[in-house]
Structures are given as C-alpha cells and as structure tokens.
C-alpha cells in the first residue's frame, strides 16, 4: 500500500523533484511509515508469555500454601488451638477457588501464623528456610498480578499513535495528490502510473485470510461470543482517509476467520462483557495467512 505509492516516487524522483512539496511530503511520509512499521512491530508482541508466567508462579503458590496449611491446622489441632486452626485450614482445591488477589492474600495468612508460631513448628517441617521459600512465592506471584493489564495498556497507546500516524500520512498523501495534478497533460505516462499505485490502496484486494483465536487468560478456555471489530485506517474503501469496519463474533472455540483483507495493517479490538478490552495490530502481507491469538483478562 504505502511502501507501492513511496517506491513509485522515487522511481521517479526527477519527476517528483519538480513539483511542489512534493520531495519534503515524501521524506515527511516515508518518516511515517517507518515510525507505523516500528510500532507494529511492538503491537505483536503477545502478552501469552506474561500470562503463561503468571499461571506457572499462581500454581507453585498454590502447592507450597496448601501444603503449609496442612501442616499449620495439624499443629493447631495437636495443641487444641482452634483459633488458629480456623485461620489456615484451608486445601489446595481451597487455593485453587481463591480469587488471584485472595489467594495471595490467603498466602500471606499462612506465612504469617507459621511465623508467629515459628519456634514450635520444627517438627512439622516448617522452618526459617521453608517461610522464606514461600514469601518469595508471594512476592514473585504478587509481582504478576498486573503485569497483563499493563501490557493491554501499552498496546492501547500505541494503537491511539499508530491511529494518529495513519491520519498523518493520509493527509500528507493527500497534498502528494493535488501536486501531482500539475502534471496530469504533460506526463501522462507518470501520472497514470501514479494513479495506479494509490489505486492499490483504495481497492486492491487480495484473497488472504485472518484466522483468530480468543481465550480466558486464566484458564486457557476458548470464548465464545467475543466480538472482533477489525479496522484499517486506510484502504478497503473509496476514499483513503475513509476507515471502513468489519465485525465478527467468535466461535464455541473461540475463533474467528476472515477470507478477504487487504495487504496493509489492521486495528483487531476484542470485547466482552466481563473482560477487559483489547486490542491488538495485525499486518496483512500478499500470500501469507496472518493468525491472531489473543488472550482475554477477567475485568
């Protein structure tokens, strides 16, 4: 799309040179392009390593409380402590129910009561060295919680930027539009080839296809009923500056498949009721099959 309208230009750069602002839109918008590029780039980055650690750190939590629960509501009921014996009697299917923000809570319990009762708990294997190994849990765990969101927030601002971009550059090829009427009699031969290579913006469409997969991203489950709104900022239309929408649903398996997209770069925004928004950037390159797995944070 873009890169068709810029190679052109300097194919034909002793053309170009001669009119109007011609040469300073084109460095302005090659500038662009190489700024949209970059930040595409980022937007790929998927935040499933984030969450797959999380999920990795979450489970190691939940063995090593559950099981300095056992061991803590032994002691209590050995020395008829019911007090502290309601405090921490709780099993690893307990843990595993626990919100993630009370199970790190309910953690930070045990830790605490077994430190309270340190001096006593050495025959129940719990130690100095064995608390330390499960407030570093703690910690470690604790640390994740927000690591996802933020990595959403992140792809946000750069969709807001790369949205800002694409309006730039149309505006600017707008301008490369208008000089290039100044020639439309004189260099006819140019002036159709130039017209031919904006034309691939605005209608060549190209038989490719999108595959999708969206799922919980705490428990891996495919979502149902997630809707997809897929945008280009520019093409797919008659107008270059004109966004033009599809929407999708997903599948009982959390997909959804596109068979006909443009080349160029796409906005995807994920939403449904209970999750947090996301949205990510896709780049749809001439026959290559672009595949998108996104997954959804609990709201």
Excluded: H, W
Aim: proline share 1%; with cysteine.
């Amino acid at each position: 799309m873009y890169i068709t309208t810029t190679a052109f230009s300097d194919n034909n750069a002793s053309i170009t040179a001669s009119l109007p602002n011609y040469t300073s839109n084109l460095t302005l918008f090659k500038g662009i392009c190489q700024e949209i590029q970059v930040i595409g780039e980022k937007q790929k980055i998927d935040n499933k390593g984030i969450t797959e650690n999380k999920n990795q750190l979450k489970a190691n939590l939940i063995v090593l409380a559950a099981d300095n629960a056992r061991k803590l509501t032994t002691f209590a009921r050995f020395t008829n402590n019911l007090t502290l014996q309601g405090e921490v009697n709780y099993s690893e299917t307990d843990f595993k129910r626990f919100s993630e923000t009370a199970l790190r809570d309910y953690a930070q319990i045990v830790y605490d009561r077994a430190q309270s009762n340190i001096e006593s708990l050495g025959q129940y294997d719990i130690n100095v060295r064995s608390q330390e190994t499960l407030q570093q849990a703690i910690n470690a765990y604790n640390a994740t919680l927000s690591a996802p969101r933020i990595g959403t927030n992140e792809k946000t601002q750069a969709t807001k930027k790369l949205s800002d971009l694409f309006k730039s550059a149309d505006k600017i090829l707008s301008d490369m539009d208008a000089a290039v009427e100044i020639v439309r009699l004189s260099q006819p031969e140019f002036y159709r080839g130039y017209k031919t290579a904006r034309k691939i913006i605005a209608k060549g469409i190209t038989k490719l296809t999108l595959k999708g997969t969206v799922t919980d991203a705490q428990s891996g489950e495919p979502l149902k009923g997630v809707t997809v709104s897929i945008v280009a900022e520019n093409g797919m239309s008659k107008s270059a500056t004109e966004s033009v929408e599809m929407v999708k649903r997903t599948a009982a398996k959390g997909g959804f498949y596109i068979k006909s997209l443009n080349d160029g770069t796409y906005r995807v925004t994920l939403k449904k009721a209970g999750y947090a928004e996301a949205t990510v950037i896709i780049n749809v390159n001439g026959g290559e099959r672009c595949e998108v797995k996104v997954a959804l944070e609990r709201a």
